[in-house]
């Protein structure tokens, strides 16, 4: 497709669950990030890859979450013993390297509800 | 990363002018500033980046003093279908795709905007 395509848009899940959380970026856009977002609140970064490697994994928040993007393209998100505190919108974005206007292409979001 | 400190709402009628601006203290020589719209339940949309003066693209103005401490973002004659969630961003827009990739979103400033 054109654009960032995230799925499930939608995961219900209980506690304690693993969840996985895809996303396919736009062709050629070598760098991808995942940032997740609360009711009310902006974008929270968790992770940036360059290629295949994690070239900033600052954001995330302890080591339950993982991400990987083994080919550099499509990149997973995975979240292991699910917390209710980790219901929030997961958001994937591309962009071009090398392009300097910086502009970051979001896709819609996979909404995670751990209940 | 340059924090950023941005009106958390304001409210608008259609037609009007519309002006945000965001405060960015302790701006870097290499920071770029970028602003990102999001509609509800929609990944944030880029609408314009500049590093000095003005920029003009086909959506929006962005008036960046000399001191860079601070910019605007100028909506001419908004629409309802502006409503939206604004966002600015400080970062080295040269450089997304190099070792820091962690874009800090704050709050946004959410704007009304009625008929």
């Known amino acids: 497709g054109a654009g960032v395509s995230q799925t499930p848009s939608n995961k219900v899940t209980e506690k304690g669950k693993y969840v996985e959380l895809r996303c396919d970026p736009i062709s050629g856009h070598t760098a991808l990030y995942w940032y997740r977002q609360s009711l009310g609140q902006g974008p929270e970064f968790l992770i940036y890859f360059q290629g295949t490697g994690a070239a900033d994994d600052s954001g995330l928040p302890n080591d339950r979450f993982f991400a990987v993007r083994p080919e550099g393209s499509v990149s997973t998100l995975k979240i292991q013993r699910t917390e209710r505190g980790d219901s929030a919108v997961y958001l994937c974005a591309s962009s071009l390297r090398g392009l300097d206007t910086g502009e970051l292409f979001f896709g819609e979001g996979s909404r995670l509800t751990v209940l | 990363l340059a924090k950023t400190t941005q009106p958390i709402s304001m409210d608008s009628y259609e037609g009007q002018e519309v002006n945000i601006t965001c405060s960015h203290n302790n701006i870097a020589t290499n920071d770029y500033i970028t602003w990102y719209q999001q509609f509800p339940s929609q990944g944030p949309r880029f609408i314009i980046q500049?590093?000095?003066t003005k920029v003009t693209n086909e959506v929006a103005s962005l008036f960046i003093p000399a001191d860079r401490k601070s910019s605007t973002l100028s909506l001419p004659r908004v629409s309802l279908s502006d409503t939206a969630v604004y966002y600015c961003?400080?970062?080295?827009?040269?450089?997304?795709?190099?070792?820091?990739?962690?874009?800090?979103f704050g709050k946004g400033t959410k704007l009304s905007v009625k008929p």
């Open positions: 961003l400080v970062g080295d827009g040269m450089n997304y795709g190099g070792s820091q990739g962690n874009l800090i």
């Open positions: 500049g590093y000095k």
